[in-house]
């Protein structure tokens, strides 16, 4: 009897165990990066056909016109989650479709047409990034006079 109450205790500390494992893979898998190229960004002026203020990531989807042929490029950049972007001024009403937008991305290793977002120009002007600090350099204090 009271090997049957250990067995049983081993067996489900063993099962608890290996879910967390499981659960703790697949949200460091979400929350990798990996897929970007950090290293080398590339900058593209287009046209918004739709902006997804979603979670747990918001996309902005962009045509870029070819630049051998009257055709466009479909481009999915990917940004941090509507939280994060509200942080750095961002608000779900800031992209619509037909807005003319020129963004710089880190592209997808796989060289399709992606990206992880730096920085995006605004129809308005303003210049957004990905959520605090991960966007456009702070404007340089004044020295005073």
């Not at 918001?58 to 509507?82: C, F, M, R």
């Amino acid at each position: 009897m009271i090997v049957n109450q250990r067995v049983r205790q081993y067996s489900i500390v063993l099962i608890a165990a290996c879910m967390l494992v499981g659960v703790g893979g697949i949200a460091m898998a979400h929350h990798s990066f990996a897929m970007f190229d950090t290293t080398s960004s590339v900058t593209l002026t287009g046209t918004v056909t739709e902006f997804q203020w979603t979670n747990p990531h918001a996309y902005i989807e962009l045509d870029v016109p070819d630049s051998n042929s009257t055709g466009k490029q479909h481009w999915t950049i990917e940004l941090g989650s509507p939280s994060i972007l509200q942080q750095s001024g961002w608000k779900y009403k800031d992209l619509k479709f037909g807005d003319k937008v020129t963004a710089t991305i880190n592209p997808l290793r796989s060289k399709e047409p992606g990206g992880l977002l730096v920085q995006v120009k605004l129809p308005d002007g303003r210049t957004l990034g990905n959520g605090p600090g991960r966007g456009p350099a702070a404007p340089a204090a004044t020295p005073a006079k």
